[in-house]
Nanobody, 114 residues
Framework: VQLVESGGGLVQPGGSLRLSCVAS????????MAWYRQAPGKQRELVAG???????NYVDSVKGRFTISRDNAKNTVYLEMNNLKPEDTAVYYC?????????WGQGTQVTVSS
């Protein structure tokens, strides 16, 4: 299984980005999915998750600003990020899992700075 993230970059505070994670080598629709992030000197934290049934959850700091979604036909999970803040700066990782199986992407850098 391979996960490839894209969509990161440099954005000014208040700006938006959309991250994508494309999976290959597995049946995508059976997996739960999530986006994690890790800032320098900090532990990796869960940002948003979506189950194989479509239920979502978010860390409090991104509620109302970020939206996670999935397109099973395209084997892709998205993270729409709006009103970005400097504290959102981190490497963002895609994670998919199901019983006994867990896979991570390589990460994509998001930098929020003026």
């Amino acid at each position: 299984v391979q996960l490839v993230e894209s969509g990161g970059g440099l954005v000014q505070p208040g700006g938006s980005l959309r991250l994508s994670c494309v999976a290959s080598g597995t049946i995508f629709e059976f997996y739960n999915m999530a986006w994690y992030r890790q800032a320098p000197g900090k532990q990796r934290e869960l940002v948003a998750g979506i189950t194989n049934g479509g239920m979502t959850n978010y860390v409090d700091s991104v509620k109302g600003r970020f939206t996670i979604s999935r397109d099973n036909a395209k084997n892709t999970v998205y993270l729409e990020m709006n009103n970005l803040k400097p504290e959102d700066t981190a490497v963002y990782y895609c994670h998919i899992w199901r019983q006994g199986l867990s896979f991570w992407g390589q990460g994509t850098q998001v930098t929020v700075s003026s």
